[in-house]
């Protein structure tokens, strides 16, 4: 028998190692955004084209490469960012594992350009599948260019898991905002096939957040900063009024890396509590800064979880800063610092974390507010804001059609699917509203119970269907045209769900950048609550945007039958029992909601005589 292990070759233990660094065009640009901050730049450009696919390139001016280090940059653990192991207990870079360059070249073609300011000559490398091409000196100006073509072009499996456009283009924003408000000191651009889509001058963190996340914060944000020997918090939070009904805004930085924390976000909604509504999600750009000897700097730099040495002091001072901060704001609404970008731009944390530093930070007066009780109690409560209207009130008015509008249910045929039909109920048959969430409907046959909220899922699911498919919901004019103000990701998914909206009755159109005019709403959305009501179709929309099975389509009629349907606990008046019922068995498929929950159960008179000894 002869022996059978072999030593992968290079390029293929390359490709295999870059798709843990390299999923998606957003994590090269992730990558070659971190570098070029690394490399002291002032000023990054990032370029795309076809959402990353074709190119991602990103242009710096900062320190450069001599012709050797080009050409290392690209093996694998090349990295001039630490030596030895000491060195990972006090990192300040952004990268350290000198992977990226190594998994780019992996998996595309990769152009590098790079010039420092004592070199008379650039350097010009050309590489793909892990092969150098071509390196010669080149004319450049001081800098660095790299750029990533066709990315997977080696990789067929890899690249057909890419996801559309529009999709892998919202993770890159994603990518490109949280190193933007990362540094707000560095000017930033994006340019998507040929449009600028973001030119961030430099500036405060305040004009930062700004400019990422809307106009409308500019005179709405509340100013975090707390310092102790153990951690410094600085940032902001947007005033309880910008709260949304989408979750979008809301970042946190260790150490100027963007972090992931379900954990950490808790303790900031428990700063808010009372203050906006429940389903509501604040606005926050928040940065911790602490000894990187606290963290656990072995987890995979492009993970976005982080480990703390002591997590509960974390969320403790987290929580209490923003208290803090809220509590100063709602005694004095005025007050609201320009804060000096400096002063955002914490010095690191040189001095290593001792035991005595802990004790001290223990006695410390933030550590203290927050373990006495009551602090912050001048936080005003303010009434839970719970604009929900429904569909039934605006019906009779506006929109007398919709309750009649299905043709008289048809009778009853054998073999039919198992619906207990009913014709349009006689105004003798009383219909009596259970826990102001159910219905009793007596029929021939015994009694029905319907679930109002599955019940009307299913009407409007159906309704909706049927409007995208031509016929269209008639949109009422709003008065007042409303703008709407979205994050750029946000932006991106309305941008995409605009042509079936205007079926479903929005009238919407895009106004340049991430805004947005409401003109007109499907008559059963309420004058003033637009805005909101497309909040949280994006955000719910969003919660399906992992499930694969669903079509865009099918995730949209989902969403917004889900969101538009009558809830349980609403009281309804005998005209809009009798119009729920009579469309609910209008509908095609009366007895599930589209998710499957039954809308109803049948209770037949021969059971309930059986069961009484009758
Ligand atoms: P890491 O960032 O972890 O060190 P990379 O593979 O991202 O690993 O980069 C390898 C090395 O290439 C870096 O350590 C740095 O010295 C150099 N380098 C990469 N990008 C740039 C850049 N834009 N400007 C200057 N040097 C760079
Ligand atoms: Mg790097």
Redesign the pocket.
């Known amino acids: 028998m002869s022996d059978i292990i072999q030593l992968l070759p290079d390029h293929i233990a390359n490709q295999i190692a870059a798709g843990e660094v390299i999923q998606r065009p957003a994590s090269a640009v992730k ?2 955004l ?3 901050v ?2 002291g ?1 002032g000023d990054i450009r990032l370029i795309v084209n076809d959402a990353g696919k074709a190119l991602v390139q ?1 242009i ?1 001016n ?4 001599s012709e050797t ?2 050409r ?3 093996e694998r653990h ?5 030596r030895s192991i000491d060195d990972l207990f006090h990192i300040r ?12 070249a992996a998996v595309a073609q990769v152009e590098l350009k ?1 010039k420092r300011a004592e070199d008379e000559a650039g350097t010009l490398i050309e590489i793909d599948n892990s092969v150098v091409r071509r390196q010669e000196p080149v004319a450049a100006v001081n ?2 260019s ?1 750029a990533m073509k066709n990315l997977f072009f080696n990789v067929p499996a890899r690249r057909n898991f890419l996801k559309s456009n529009a999709a892998e283009m919202r993770h890159i924003s994603d990518e490109f905002i949280r190193v933007a408000l990362a540094f707000p000191h560095i000017f930033f651009s994006l340019t998507a096939n040929g449009q600028e889509v973001f030119h961030l001058e430099k500036g405060s963190l305040k004009q930062r957040i700004v400019q990422v996340c809307g106009n409308p914060y500019a005179s709405k944000l509340v100013s975090v900063q707390e310092q102790t020997d153990y951690l410094n918090i600085t940032g902001f939070v947007g005033k309880p009024e910008t709260a949304k009904k989408t979750r979008g805004d809301q970042y946190f930085f260790v150490n100027n890396r963007f972090i992931k924390s379900a954990y950490l976000n808790h303790a900031v909604m428990g700063a808010f509590d009372e203050m906006i509504a429940k389903d509501s999600f604040p606005m926050y750009a928040l940065f911790i800064e602490l000894d990187p000897a606290q963290l656990d700097v072995n987890v995979h ?1 492009t993970k976005q979880e982080i480990k703390f040495e002591d997590e509960k002091i974390v969320y403790a001072f987290v929580q209490s800063a923003v208290k803090h901060a809220l509590a100063q704001f709602s005694i004095t609404p005025t007050l609201d610092f320009d804060l000096d970008a400096s002063i955002q731009r914490l010095d690191a944390v040189s001095n290593p974390f001792t035991a005595e530093k802990k004790n001290s930070a223990a006695s410390s007066s933030l550590y203290q507010t927050f373990t006495q009780k009551n602090q912050a109690h001048l936080i005003e409560r303010r009434s839970n804001l719970s604009n929900w209207k429904d569909f039934y009130e605006a019906a009779p008015s506006a929109d007398s059609g919709t309750v009649s509008q299905y043709q008289t249910v048809p009778t009853e045929q054998p073999g039919q699917q198992s619906a207990p039909l009913l014709p349009d109920i006689p105004a003798t048959v009383a219909l009596l509203q259970c826990h102001n969430s159910y219905i009793i409907v007596p029929n021939d046959r015994g009694y029905l119970l319907v679930n109002q909220q599955n019940a009307h899922e299913r009407v409007l699911y159906e309704r909706f269907i049927a409007a995208l498919d031509g016929q269209t919901i008639p949109s009422q004019q709003s008065l007042f045209p409303v703008t709407l103000e979205l994050n750029a990701p946000d932006a991106a998914l309305l941008g995409e769900l605009l042509p079936e909206l205007q079926l479903l009755g929005f009238g919407i159109e895009s106004f340049g950048g991430n805004s947005f005019i409401i003109r007109g709403t499907p008559a059963d959305v309420v004058a003033g609550n637009e805005q909101h009501t497309l909040e949280k179709m994006l955000e719910q929309y969003k919660h399906f945007s992992s499930d694969l099975k669903f079509s865009k389509r099918e995730k949209l009629l989902r969403t917004m039958a889900g969101q538009q349907s009558i809830k349980g606990g609403k009281v309804l008046t005998d005209t809009e029992m009798r119009g729920l019922i009579n469309d609910l068995f209008a509908c095609t498929v009366p007895n599930t909601t589209a998710n499957g929950k039954p809308t109803y159960l049948e209770f037949r008179k021969e059971e309930l005589d059986k069961m009484f000894g009758r």
Do not use: H, W
């Not at 900062?62 to 490469?65: A, D, I, P, T």
């Not at 870079?93 to 780019?104: K, V």
């Open positions: 990558e070659l971190e570098n070029a690394d490399a730049a990103v710096d900062g320190k450069g490469m280090d080009a290392m940059s690209f090349a990295t001039s960012k630490i870079t952004m990268g350290f594992r000198g992977e990226a360059l190594a998994s780019i790079s800098g660095t790299i730099p």
